[in-house]
């Protein structure tokens, strides 16, 4: 009992921080990208502490409900956005020899599920808030959640039918470093369309602010919209663990993959974190029409391939 | 790299890259002073010596932001002339509000009492606050920088050359 508890804690603590360096890490690397310094002042040392800065403020704030809102949805909607990532982070392993908060028997299952849920909120909060830039950008999330959760879902199927397993533990057991050239353009899938299901940019034309405001957050003010930034973050760092997990063997490493090896698990979410910061300062938003292109006359037939790949030598070698 | 099928995207990411790893531009304002450029506009110094109130400055203002009061003092007689009348300035005052920095008054001013000065920290938490009167402005004066000295090859000014042949003219003479 003890255990499960101590565990729980871990997880949430976890949740508290991980999205919160995510978040600094971005501010940072982002600004150095473009020549500039990032916050600077906020806790006297190099703005680490810009994100508290940024609590105080939100919770600050007035907390607004549209007149013509659909109150307990719009209010809903948050936690709907935000809780799913967490149930995500209980299912992830960290280290081996059950290093994870819960370990499921179909984890791969339960995760692309549940992070599927976690979309669902921006939809609510699109159709709740009366807004019809709201709405646009809800219906937009809709259509880009139509799009990349197959492909998403395709390349992990690949992943589980390599392992032979839906367990997430299962799966970096059965890991071999082989894997990555064999599972590398579902990797490349699986993280291109979970930055799109994160309406991460460059795939953040439902929340395009330059034309439609902010998408299904434009009502949104205070803890609200704060909790919803939250969920982006702590988005990247599931959709991070997701595929290190997947596809890059999780705590397995050259060396110190024994009881350390949870510090594999960080240092490879965290440089996938870099690479979900440096696509966005690098590349312009995606056109909707180009969008819907991308997801389904490149990833959907590539993932498919991969599919293939994997179904075609598995028979093979097995 | 732009010719192979996704060249641009690794491009993208190189130049971003790059960026990184370069020191960052950003001069941190109020603890780096900033390297203007000479003569940049900052605000217009009066050297109230040399006013003689002519009002000139003021009348060429396009916004009309120059505040200009005097009276007449007379001098009396030196020697055996008529007493001759003098303009004492009261008030010079530049309502930096209304001001748009075009440098007109400078540019007119006939006796050289109006200089633009690199100094720019004068903001204010209220609008009237801005119209400065002349001792802030004489204040100013003290950080007008020397003219620049012109470039190592250029033409030398018209002043020089003027007095150059005037030299020239005198030695034929």
Redesign the interface.
């Known amino acids: 009992m003890l255990e499960v508890v101590g565990r729980l804690a871990l997880v949430a603590a976890a949740f508290a921080v991980l999205p919160l360096l995510v978040g600094q890490a971005e501010h940072k690397?982002m600004?150095?990208?473009?020549?500039?310094?990032g916050p600077?002042y906020a806790g006297a040392f190099h703005g680490w502490a810009q994100l508290v800065a940024d609590g105080v403020k939100f919770a600050q704030k007035e907390d607004v409900v549209p007149a013509a809102a659909d109150r307990r949805i719009f209010k809903l909607a948050p936690a709907v956005a935000l809780v799913p990532y967490l149930l995500v982070l209980l299912v992830i392993p960290v280290g081996p020899h059950g290093q994870v908060a819960l370990d499921l028997g179909p984890g791969v299952f339960f995760a692309l599920a549940v992070m599927g849920v976690g979309v669902i909120g921006a939809i609510m909060a699109g159709w709740a808030s009366a807004n019809k830039y709201s709405l646009l950008g809800g219906m937009r999330v809709t259509a880009q959640l139509m799009s990349y959760e197959l492909p998403m879902v395709f390349s992990a199927a690949s992943v589980a039918m390599a392992a032979g397993t839906l367990s997430l533990s299962g799966i970096v057991e059965q890991w071999r470093w082989y894997w990555l050239p064999w599972q590398l353009v579902g990797g490349a899938v699986f993280f291109v369309a979970g930055l799109a299901e994160l309406r991460r940019p460059p795939f953040d034309m439902p929340v395009a602010d330059s034309e439609i405001i902010f998408g299904p957050y434009t009502e949104y003010g205070g803890l609200r919209f704060a909790l919803f930034l939250l969920a982006e973050y702590a988005g990247i760092v599931v959709l991070c663990g997701l595929t290190t997990v997947l596809f890059l063997g999780g705590w397995k490493g050259p060396f110190l993959d024994g009881p350390l090896g949870w510090l594999w698990t960080l240092v490879k979410v965290f440089a996938l974190a870099f690479a979900v910061i440096?696509?966005r300062?690098?590349?312009p938003r995606l056109r909707e029409d180009q969008l819907q292109r991308l997801a389904w006359a490149w990833l959907v037939p590539l993932s498919l391939a991969q599919l293939a790949l994997t179904g075609v030598l598995k028979v093979a070698l097995g | 790299m732009g010719r192979l099928p996704g060249g641009g995207l690794a491009k993208g990411l190189a130049v971003t890259l790059r960026t990184m790893t370069r020191r960052s531009i950003t001069r941190q304002y109020p603890e780096a002073e900033p390297d203007l450029p000479p003569r940049s506009r900052g605000v217009i110094a009066l050297f109230e010596e040399n006013c003689t109130v002519c009002m000139l400055c003021a009348r060429e203002c396009p916004d009309w932001c120059i505040y200009i009061d005097s009276h007449k003092e007379t001098l009396p007689a030196e020697g055996g002339g008529r007493p001759r009348a003098r303009n004492v300035l009261d008030r010079f005052a530049i309502d930096f509000a209304l001001c748009m920095y075009c440098g007109i008054c400078i540019e007119v001013c006939p006796f050289d009492a109006l200089f633009w000065s690199p100094e720019f920290e004068y903001a204010e938490y209220d609008i009237a606050e801005l119209t400065h009167e002349r001792d802030r402005l004489r204040e100013w004066m003290w950080t007008v920088p020397p003219p620049q000295a012109p470039d190592e090859h250029a033409e030398p000014s018209k002043e020089v050359l003027a007095a150059r042949k005037a030299a020239e003219r005198g030695d034929r003479r």
């Open positions: 690397v600004a150095h990208m473009q020549g500039r310094l600077m440096w696509f300062v690098s590349y």
